[in-house]
């Protein structure tokens, strides 16, 4: 049976080298790869190459909860898309559009079956709302 695809996507007022680079860079990425501010992303590890893996510690502000948000990439192209397969074997592509000196961020992942489409869907939307607002402040 074929996974139900969910796709988030975000405009950002940033040039898409600069984008690109806080997407990938863990410097970066421990500085916006959370949902909301009692949440952070305390570490980050990313080996961005085809095959290479990747993995970002999510972790509740307090201590109670923590995860590894993990996998491998299948396909990077600088500046235009990433691939890569989470642990669970679901598919993720970040598509990166470059236009009028803006960059469109478009995300399309396979939704996993523990919780509703609708809370995934706002969750790495806010994730990535996230990611704009610490690309066009920095």
């Not at 869907?121 to 994730?127: D, K, M, S, T, V």
Request: with cysteine; aromatic share 14%.
């Amino acid at each position: 049976m074929e996974k139900q695809k969910i796709t988030i996507e975000t405009t950002i007022s940033a040039d898409i080298h600069k984008v690109w680079d806080f997407w990938i860079a863990p410097e970066h990425i421990i500085n916006w790869n959370f949902a909301s501010e009692d949440w952070h992303c305390p570490n980050a590890e990313n080996e961005l190459k085809e095959d290479g893996k990747f993995s970002y510690t999510m972790a509740a502000k307090d201590g109670s909860f923590s995860f590894d948000f993990a996998g491998i990439y299948t396909k990077v192209t600088q500046d235009e898309q990433i691939d890569y397969i989470m642990e669970d074997n679901r598919k993720v592509t970040v598509v990166f559009d470059q236009k009028d000196g803006k960059t469109k961020v478009t995300e399309t992942f396979e939704a996993e079956t523990k919780n509703a489409p609708e809370m995934q869907q706002q969750g790495w939307q806010a994730i990535l709302d996230n990611f704009r607002k610490y690309v066009e402040e920095n």
